[in-house]
Nanobody, 126 residues
Framework: EVQVVESGGGSVQAGGSLRLSCVVSGFSLNDYVIGWFRQAPGKEREGVSCISSSTDTKYYRDSVKGRFTISSDNAKSTVYLQMNSLRPEDTAVYYC???????????????????WGQGTQVTVSS
């Protein structure tokens, strides 16, 4: 059974940090690109970052470059999103998604990914 489960969300003050985790099961990270998306109230879901473990390709949207870091631990079937210097505009529900493929390109994570997690809330207060 395929599962994608996010965790690590919470409430922090501006400037704080959070680390999101995405644990997958039922498939290998070597065969999928893992993407992080977020959706704020009243806004469209947007791609934040992605990683391919097999090709070591990564992507970050401009607004998070230098603040967020994506990494993977294949032994734990887990992808992390380390979020530093958080801003109120980072407030959203964050989703992890798995897209079968081998490259994370400049286009960012695929909104039509095959498998999605349930989301985890990140709230940043000013």
């Amino acid at each position: 059974e395929v599962q994608v489960v996010e965790s690590g969300g919470g409430s922090v003050q501006a400037g704080g940090s959070l680390r999101l985790s995405c644990v997958v099961s039922g498939f290998s990270l070597n065969d999928y690109v893992i993407g992080w998306f977020r959706q704020a109230p009243g806004k469209e879901r947007e791609g934040v970052s992605c990683i391919s473990s097999s090709t070591d390709t990564k992507y970050y949207r401009d607004s998070v470059k230098g603040r967020f870091t994506i990494s993977s631990d294949n032994a734990k079937s887990t992808v992390y999103l380390q979020m530093n210097s958080l801003r109120p505009e980072d407030t959203a529900v964050y989703y992890c998604a798995a897209d079968r493929g081998y490259y994370c390109t400049d286009s960012g994570p695929n909104i039509w990914s095959d498998y999605w997690g349930q989301g985890t809330q990140v709230t940043v207060s000013s």
